[in-house]
């Protein structure tokens, strides 16, 4: 292992690559980006490319780094892609449930706000608080696919047996 860095503020990418316990040496074997490269996006003196951003993700075992690199970095994830953090599965599905029944309560009121295809100025504070509804229940559901790839790509789910049932007709 490499020395570890004394600086403040590091970057998501150096964290992740430091809790391991791999040099950039290593990251480098892994992935085949250049020490310096890696050197350069850990200090924030280059930007990372979505190419990148699948090879350090598959060596660090961190799916979350497409939803980071998209919602934070990508000109075009910056504008739609939210942050999606990992959380506990009781969590998540705790809050998918709450928010199912949230929409549960309001599906009637958006049949009525959309059924003639138009929205007036009278339902349109209606019908942006079930848009942000369906955003946190879009959110809940990245958070479940978040957490299942990470379980996928640690072996805490036998990828296998997953694909071979996600495939089954």
């Not at 690559?17 to 003196?45: A, C, M, W």
């Not at 930007?47 to 990148?52: A, E, G, L």
């Not at 929409?103 to 009637?108: A, F, I, L, N, V």
């Not at 295809?117 to 879009?138: H, P, Y």
Request: negative net charge; charged residues 35%; aromatic residues 6%.
């Amino acid at each position: 292992m490499g020395r570890v860095s004394t600086k403040e503020n590091k970057t998501r990418y150096q964290v992740l690559r430091e809790n391991l316990g791999y040099s950039r040496e290593k990251v480098s074997e892994l992935t085949d980006i250049e020490p310096f490269r890696i050197e350069r996006i850990e200090n924030e003196k280059i930007s990372p490319d979505p190419w990148d951003i699948c090879a350090l993700a598959k060596a660090y075992k961190e799916p979350a780094l497409f939803n980071h690199y998209c919602a934070h970095e990508c000109p075009i994830g910056m504008k739609y892609v939210p942050e999606v953090n990992v959380k506990d599965l009781s969590q998540v599905v705790l809050e998918m449930l709450a928010s199912l029944n949230t929409m549960g309560k309001k599906q009637e009121r958006l049949i009525e706000i959309t059924a003639d295809g138009n929205i007036d100025n009278e339902e349109l504070e209606d019908f942006i608080k079930i848009q942000r509804d369906l955003e946190r229940i879009s959110i809940t559901v990245e958070t479940l696919q978040l957490w299942t790839e990470k379980m996928l790509a640690t072996g805490k789910i036998d990828l296998e047996k997953y694909k071979e049932l996600v495939n089954k007709k």
